[in-house]
């Protein structure tokens, strides 16, 4: 297949399988987030975190354990140190590279629980109506109420420090939001046409949930949670940095900065460079959510 | 007064540039003239386009749209913003969309007067009044303090024409006017703009679907398809249209009068799309 | 088919309460097409979706085919039985399912077993070929997507079809390719239509007898010969014939 017929088979108007038709629809939101340049900065910055992550082995010039106290507190651009190093000597640039494993690995697991949760509660809660829909929404409320760094604090305070566990505090106070979207976009949902219509044809709950709401809620939350994973990514680091979520010698970039934090004064690139990593991939997940916002928002598409 | 000559719009797409009008002239003067058409004719867009409300990527081009000494094209959005709503007004399919609903309708009033008048608030406030009354409005002083949800469809657009009329506009576009409201309020909320056109001596371009209320309401049709300009002719002899189009169109309508199987169906020719706009 | 008795339809409580639909009586006969005509918020629609149970609160009493409706909730032999084509066809089509998708459930959920047969078939039937089946809604046009509506209505091999507006929404030429569709299959078939629209025209072209709605009562009941006659009593209905003339 050429390349001209393989785009017009992608753009056709006409699938002719399903397969097809999904692949289409796939493109198509493919080319309208392409032209989002912010939105493709934004997932490039994330590629190259995942690649890091991937092959962090292979770029890591050093051991990101190996200490060496005589070099400790090496400026930026030293000679076999780009980044300089840290209090005890172990390499910055290593330690940052193996640090973005632990922050996709919390990412994702968050990411994973917190809307998943979120989409079951908000959808049954705003489905059912009823005492269900009060139950579900007053234990959401309780939720929300706390501040979400205590809220983890005191999670990761009973379930123990670590960064299993941070991911869990922080997935327990991330899903109330995700609830209150799918509910929302449930309570329009449900009272359309295509939803009585369904109804009409002796669909029950289950599948009308599953089936038919799930998969556009789905785009909305899709779209917070990246937009969310910046406030993910500080949650960790904040954790980290208080202690309660990886603990040394783990290059977390949290921890890291926390490290230090002592030598701001005098080497501040120790503190700085993590931050900046932090920066840069919370930025990039808010570029990539923003265009997401537009190619996947089910009101402005398909009209 | 508003004189268009070759107009098109245009909207990039995923497989290249499509053209929803296609090159199209006409003129008004102090006239009622109705552009028919079905959805995708590009009947809404020539409205939009004469006051350059086409949203990018969308863009116009056109050899001239001249309102009296200006050419409408090549103003500056400054410029343009001052001839919109107060030289060239439009009142759009559903009021509401295009009422504010967190402010009541007599503020919304006063504010659209005190725009274009300087005047104190309690004569914006009598001229409200005055508004609602011209478009026949009983209780005025209730409706100044209702908010845009508390009034029935056919009011609010009603509304809608009292404050498109304030500033005293040369010309009207009234872009489906009556679609969202029932054929009984349709007939009121005609007639009243129809008054009002004619009394003020104002330009009015109705944009609609329904032949027959435009047949009843305008002096002349000019009938869209395709992005084109068809056919051009009295509104009351529009029955007597010789275009296909429009005679498919209105041979499509079911009529109370007759009993028939099955009603007669357009059969679109693609040659239609073909030839070079009518100018009228 | 159907027999609907002193049907109130009414939203909302206390002081909130508005009442749809006030002490309705109708009767439909099998095989007959039947209409009902109001301006909107006459209580017309409201009385289809009382009959499908998407109306929340009704009392009176309905009873289809002999057996009688009770509740919201309704049963697979009364889908199998009754079913609904929506207003606008922009809405009453899921936007992330295809075609296909839409009709092999609605297959699967009637218990029919030969999915793939039965969907060119029912494609056929409205008029469509097997091109539109792998289409999303965004990729049809207004007639279009009201055609795959009607197929899925047919799905079930319903005895009757409720008619919601199913061309108010449509231009005028495809509202006659519609109606014309419509008119084919009630033959075929032998099916009881309801259908509720503000036109009387489109009323009186597809239907044999029109109950006029008005402030949710039947304020006439008119066999459609006779309002072509110009036939009737009612003010509000001579109003009604009046403004379709013109």
């Known amino acids: 297949m050429s390349e001209q017929t393989l785009l017009n088979w992608l753009l056709t108007d006409e699938p002719t399988s399903r397969r097809h038709a999904r692949l289409t629809r796939f493109y198509q939101g493919w080319l309208a987030l392409r032209a989002n340049t912010l939105a493709m900065l934004g997932l490039s910055i994330l590629i190259v975190l995942t690649l890091m992550a991937i092959l962090a082995p292979v770029l890591a010039p050093h051991d990101p354990f190996v200490q060496n106290l005589g070099n400790r507190l090496q400026p930026l651009g030293s000679t076999d140190h780009l980044l300089g190093t840290d209090s005890l000597g172990r390499d910055i640039l290593s330690r940052l590279i193996y640090g973005s494993r632990i922050t996709l690995y919390i990412v994702a697991l968050v990411a994973l629980i917190a ?34 760094l205590v809220l983890a604090l005191a999670f990761v305070a009973v379930l123990g420090a670590g960064i299993e566990n941070a991911v869990i505090a922080i997935s327990l106070t991330a899903w109330p939001p995700y609830a209150r979207i799918a509910r929302a976009e449930t309570l329009t949902i449900r009272s359309s046409d295509y939803i009585s219509a369904i109804r009409l044809q002796g669909a029950k709950p289950l599948r009308i949930i599953t089936k038919h709401i799930w998969p556009l809620c789905m785009s909305s939350l899709i779209v ?37 934090r002592r030598f701001i004064l005098d080497s501040w690139w120790v503190a700085t460079i993590p931050g900046l990593a932090i920066f840069t991939v919370s930025l990039a997940f808010n570029l990539l959510g923003d265009g997401l916002r537009d190619v996947l928002d089910p009101k402005s598409r398909g009209q | 007064m508003l004189s268009v000559k070759n107009l098109w719009v245009k909207f990039p797409t995923n497989k290249g540039l499509f053209d929803a009008v296609r090159g199209i002239s006409f003129s008004l003067g102090r006239e009622r003239l109705g552009i028919v058409g079905e959805s995708g004719s590009g009947k809404s867009m020539t409205g939009r386009a004469i006051l350059r409300l086409i949203r990018p990527p969308g863009f116009i081009m056109a050899e001239y749209v001249k309102f009296g000494e200006d050419n409408l094209i090549d103003l500056d959005e400054s410029k343009m913003r001052s001839i919109r709503g107060r030289r060239i007004s439009m009142v759009m399919q559903d009021p509401k969309f295009s009422l504010n609903p967190v402010m009541t309708i007599g503020a919304q009033i006063i504010e659209a007067y005190r725009q274009h008048n300087d005047v104190p608030k309690r004569v914006a406030y009598q001229k409200a009044i005055e ?7 009983r209780d005025t002083e209730r409706v100044l303090r209702a908010y845009p949800h508390e009034v029935s469809g056919g009011m609010g657009q009603r509304i809608m024409i009292a404050m498109m009329l304030i500033p005293n506009p040369d010309i009207l576009i009234a872009d489906e006017p009556t ?57 009351g002899a529009l029955h007597q249209a010789r275009h296909p189009y429009t005679q498919g169109l209105l041979n499509s309508l079911p009529r109370l009068t007759e009993k028939t199987r099955h009603l007669s169906v357009l059969q679109r020719d693609p040659a239609w799309a073909q030839p070079d706009s009518v100018t009228s | 088919m159907l027999n609907v008795t002193k049907l109130n ?29 109001g301006e909107s918020g006459s209580g017309k629609s409201t009385i289809l979706r009382a009959i499908t149970g998407l109306a929340p609160h009704w009392s009176g009493a309905m009873v289809i085919d002999g057996s009688k409706i009770v509740g919201t909730s309704r049963d697979r032999v009364f889908f199998r039985k009754v079913q609904m084509v929506f207003q606008d066809p922009y809405a009453s089509l899921h936007p992330r399912h295809t075609v296909d998708q839409v009709l092999s459930e609605t297959l699967y959920l009637h218990g029919i077993t030969d999915i793939e047969s039965n969907i060119l078939r029912l494609l056929d039937n409205v008029g469509l070929t097997a091109r539109f ?47 014309n569709l419509l008119t084919d299959l009630r033959n075929e078939r032998h099916l009881t239509y309801i259908m509720v629209s503000h036109n009387l025209a489109v009323v009186a072209h597809m239907c044999d007898r029109v109950a006029v709605m008005r402030h949710g009562e039947i304020v006439e009941l008119i066999k459609v010969d006779q309002l072509r006659l110009g036939h009737a009593h009612h003010p509000y209905v001579k109003e009604l014939l009046e403004s379709t003339y013109g």
Request: charged share 20%.
């Open chain 1, 115 to 148: 809307p998943i949760a979120g989409l079951l509660v908000g959808t049954v809660s705003g489905y059912a109506g009823g005492w269900v829909d009060v139950i579900l929404m007053r234990i959401t409320d309780v939720f929300l109420a706390f501040p979400r």
């Open chain 1, 224 to 260: 917070r949670v990246t937009l969310d994973m910046a406030g993910i990514i500080l949650a960790a680091a904040g954790l980290g940095f208080l202690g309660l979520g990886a603990q040394p010698p783990s290059p977390e970039w949290g921890a890291m900065i926390s490290e230090g």
């Open chain 2, 131 to 137: 508004m609602l009354d011209a478009v026949l409005i």
């Open chain 2, 179 to 235: 679609s969202a409201l029932d054929v009984s309020v349709q007939k009121q909320v005609m007639s009243i703009l129809d008054g009002l056109v004619t009394r003020r001596g104002m330009g009015l371009i109705l944009i609609s679907h329904d032949l027959n209320l435009v047949s009843q309401f305008c002096d002349r049709v000019l009938i869209m398809y395709a992005g084109r300009i068809v056919e051009v002719c009295d509104a």
């Open chain 3, 9 to 37: 339809v009414w939203f909302g409580h206390g002081r909130d309460r508005v009442d749809a639909v006030k002490s309705v009586d109708l009767t439909v006969e099998k095989g007959e097409s039947f209409g009902l005509v």
């Open chain 3, 133 to 179: 089946r792998f289409r999303y809604p965004h990729q049809l046009s207004g007639g279009q997507r009201q055609r795959v509506a009607i197929a899925r209505a047919l799905a079930g091999r319903p005895d009757m079809l409720l008619l919601d507006e199913p061309t108010s929404a449509l231009d005028v030429s495809v509202q006659a390719e519609i109606l």
